[in-house]
């Protein structure tokens, strides 16, 4: 098993250059969890897809921020124009069958210079 | 709306001694409770979960945790720790109709000296 996959891994970029995460959940799993990670607000739940359709999106922090997922092996989490602020580890977490039981990735660092 | 507090964002044990992370919840419906543990540069692993069955749960690498209603609590214990455990750890809430959204309290990092 694969666990949970994310890419890439470490990224640098400038403010307001177009960042795009991705990632692939375990197979099987059919709700998908975008969270962020910062040292000052912890653990941040952006979004959350079940069958591939958005439930809630209300931790979205705004319009520069977007997520899809076209199908069930796949989601990005878009951000454009990029920030400083949005400097943080970005996380990906699919669910088994048994409620809250979340694989997460390994996580995708951004910094935003 | 559910939450978790974890008390003290540090916590400094002793190779061999006990380990106790606190946090409590807030939810107004029976919740699902969690810890997970963060390994630098890594995602989070699930260490124990409590969803309504046994109120004493256990989990991996000798962590277990009591649930408590009247307290409000799900305090994560060890009996002695090891360098190995030393990571942040997570609780964490869910309620039976959220899908697996998960709500996660601020982290505590446990240090272990030898």
């Known amino acids: 098993d694969a666990g949970v996959i994310q890419s890439p891994r470490h990224e640098v970029t400038e403010m307001g250059q177009e960042v795009t995460l991705r990632c692939k959940p375990i197979?099987?799993?059919?709700?998908l969890f975008w969270y962020r990670q910062t040292m000052m607000r912890g653990l941040e739940l952006l979004i959350y897809f079940n069958n591939n359709v958005p439930i809630d999106d209300s931790g979205m922090p705004e319009d520069r921020f977007s997520a899809k997922m076209p199908n069930a092996s796949f989601s990005t989490l878009k951000i454009q124009p990029s920030e400083p602020r949005d400097s943080a580890v970005y996380f990906c977490?699919?669910?088994?069958?048994?409620?809250?039981?979340?694989?997460f990735g390994e996580g995708s660092r951004l910094t935003v210079l | 709306a559910q939450s978790v507090t974890q008390l003290g964002s540090h916590v400094s044990v002793s190779e061999g001694a006990l380990v106790l992370l606190r946090c409590n919840y807030s939810?107004?419906?029976?919740?699902?409770l969690f810890w997970y543990v963060q390994y630098p540069n890594q995602g989070l692993q699930l260490l124990l979960k409590y969803t309504s069955a046994a109120t004493l749960v256990k989990g991996i690498n000798g962590f277990e945790a009591e649930f408590k209603k009247s307290e409000t609590s799900f305090h994560l214990t060890k009996p002695s720790a090891h360098m190995s455990d030393a990571a942040e750890y997570f609780c964490?809430?869910?309620?039976?109709?959220?899908?697996?959204?998960?709500?996660f309290g601020q982290g505590t990092e446990l240090s272990v000296k030898p």
């Open positions: 939810s107004s419906v029976p919740p699902y």
């Open positions: 977490a699919s669910i088994s069958q048994e409620p809250g039981e979340l694989f």
């Open positions: 964490a809430v869910s309620d039976h109709n959220q899908g697996g959204k998960l709500i």
């Open positions: 197979s099987g799993h059919n709700s």
